[in-house]
């Protein structure tokens, strides 16, 4: 089975706060994503990565950066973290374009006070 | 970027019951995937189904591209389906790009 963890479940962060938050896929993955979800909003993609040290905007790139120096490692930055930036982060892994699935991991609700 | 709508948007059952959810989308699509999210926030890919029927389970899935709409139908359902049900797909331009509909929120009740 596909195994896509994330750093963690929960996080509290202080405005301004530089914040990490990394995930892991174990099924030597192309494709990484990086997604939030809002209620009211459903998820919407904030990066995605189909190489190492590859990287396209998504939808709502604004705020944040991501990094993928290995294969099986996607990590999501927040410069400065904002109230705004407060929600469920969802990360992704799958392989190839055509036929593919997308394998979440279990999700980091962040909190930024 | 393209449009995915899902109805209905909440649905109580009886444990046993069958249902159908339905997504429809608006212009031609690819990589058209179902997921459930379970109450603690998972993700699961219930589906990969661009067109076609394909069955695992209780659970099945159809795609009529031509038309634009997906059904997913849960039959026999139990109290573990209790979920919210998202349709996700990639439009011809952006292939990496998943867009998600809202969710159809599916309480079983026991």
């Known amino acids: 089975d596909v195994k896509v963890t994330q750093s963690s479940r929960y996080l509290v962060k202080r405005t301004g706060e530089k914040v990490f938050l990394e995930c892991v896929q174990d099924?030597?993955?192309?494709?990484m994503f990086w997604y939030r979800q809002d209620p009211g909003l459903g998820l919407r993609l904030i990066y995605f990565?189909?190489?190492?040290?590859?990287?396209e905007k998504g939808d709502i790139p604004e705020g944040y950066s991501v990094s993928r120096e290995k294969k099986e490692r996607f990590s999501l930055i927040l410069e400065s973290a904002s109230t705004n930036q407060t929600s469920m982060y969802l990360c992704?892994?799958?392989?190839?374009?055509?036929?593919?699935?997308?394998?979440f991991g279990p999700g980091t609700r962040l909190t930024v006070l | 970027g393209i449009q995915v709508e899902q109805s209905p948007p909440d649905l109580i059952l009886q444990e046993g019951a069958n249902s159908t959810l339905r997504c429809n989308f608006s212009?031609?699509?690819?990589?058209l995937q179902w997921f459930h999210q379970n109450p603690w926030g998972q993700l699961i890919n219930l589906f990969y189904?661009?067109?076609g029927t394909k069955q695992n389970g209780r659970l099945s899935a159809t795609t009529v591209a031509t038309e634009r709409y997906s059904l997913l139908y849960i039959s026999s359902s139990q109290t573990t389906d209790s979920g919210v049900y998202f349709c996700?797909?990639?439009?011809?331009?952006?292939?990496?790009?998943?867009?998600f509909g809202t969710g159809t929120r599916l309480t079983v009740i026991p």
């Open positions: 992704a892994s799958s392989q190839g374009t055509s036929g593919r699935r997308e394998y």
């Open positions: 099924m030597d993955h192309e494709n």
């Open positions: 990565s189909y190489d190492v040290k590859m990287k």
């Open positions: 212009d031609s699509v690819n990589n």
């Open positions: 189904i661009p067109s």
């Open positions: 996700a797909l990639s439009d011809g331009r952006r292939a990496n790009n998943l867009f």
